[in-house]
């Protein structure tokens, strides 16, 4: 039975993330036991590199654990084949108030919740069953921060969740915190670990309630709604100035980069950075928008888009109405909505030669003169999606672009 042909109303839906599995689990616990008719799944992926997906399902007095045998071992196949039809299925499934899933350590919510909200189960995406009701990340406060700024990939730590998952720790320790609605620290930490751990808190998810356990989410909570890549980047007001070395920086530019300069500037973001999220207005590439994130010491460029001013650019009407008031405070005669803007987190990096580093990998006078025909003689290392740091080789690599570029 579907939710809108029985005329009941929508599950609320709860999602767990975080890199410490015993939280998380007990988390999830307490979710169940706070409401009466909560289902809660949870998918393994520890064998899912052999095709291997343990998924648990608790309901009541139920407790079942299926084996799950996928022809593809990667998270999109998990989400595509059997969690999103059992979402539904337990929508419709009488006695179900309230669902929790309990995501793998390397899993991320966004993607997760994009899912849940545009790809179709039968004839309808699962948010017409269900309605996404928060989103909790749980942090252990004695290693979260090593995660965030570390260098490990998750293959380095047994957490890869396909044959080619190239994403580090960092990247994925990052995006749980900031699509949270909710922050749960769990264990201990030294006084400095705990102010320089609040204080990166404070700038990538500044939004998001801290707490020791679960906890009601706020009003004006995110609730699963996916970033705009072409929104405002800043969200929740975070501080601007520096606190226990921890410091930011909102770069802004209406001239292109060159890409050359630009590929060669990258190097700044790599070192003293924690984070690094941005879209970014390439001479060589005049209609498309490209986005750049880092995590630790890893950074990706993938596409975000047309500009709307582009010849193949959205309609003004399909857009959101937060890129519409962008487009129209920054509208320029002649480039349109096209501008560069990168927020940066930084420890240790000094924000001015951040700023100096890219500012000097923008388009000169004579350069912005000489106009687009010959911006596109330039040779352009982001010819394809792009990877830091990169072979000490000429050619361009093609590399997977982290959950916060394009959506498949």
Known sequence: MDPETTGTTRVPLTLISGLVPAATADLAEQARAARPGTAVVHHD???????????????????ETTVLELAHGCVSCTLREDLLPL??????????????VRL??????????????????????????????GVHTVLDRGSWLADATGDDTLEERGLQASQDDERTVAQVALSQAEFADVLVLTGTADAWTDAKTAAVLDRVAPAAL?????????????????TDMHGPLLHGEPPLGADCGVATLLFTA??????????????????????????????????????LESAGGGLGVGHAGPWLDAPDGPAWTDVSPERRTLASLRWHPVFGDRASEIFVVTDQATPAEIDDALSGALLTDAELAAGQREWLTYDDPFGTWHEEPCEDTDETQDVNVTSGTEKQ
């Open 87 to 100: 979402l539904r299925r337990l929508a419709g499934t009488p006695g179900v108030r309230h669902i929790v």
């Open 45 to 63: 992926l520890r064998e899912i590199r052999g095709g291997v997906v343990r998924r648990r399902l608790r309901l009541g007095d139920r407790d």
């Open 254 to 291: 209406q001239r292109p980069f060159h890409p050359e300069r630009l590929h060669d500037a990258l190097d700044v973001l790599l070192d003293g950075v924690v984070r690094t999220r941005g879209r970014v207005w390439v001479a060589s590439q005049p209609d498309m928008a490209l986005w």
């Open 104 to 133: 793998d350590e390397a899993m991320e919510p966004e993607p997760v919740c994009w899912a849940i909200r545009h790809v179709l189960v039968g004839d309808r995406p699962v948010i017409d069953f269900v309605t996404i009701d």
């Open 210 to 226: 801290r707490t020791s356990r679960l906890a009601e989410v706020p009003r004006d909570a995110r609730r699963g709604e996916v």
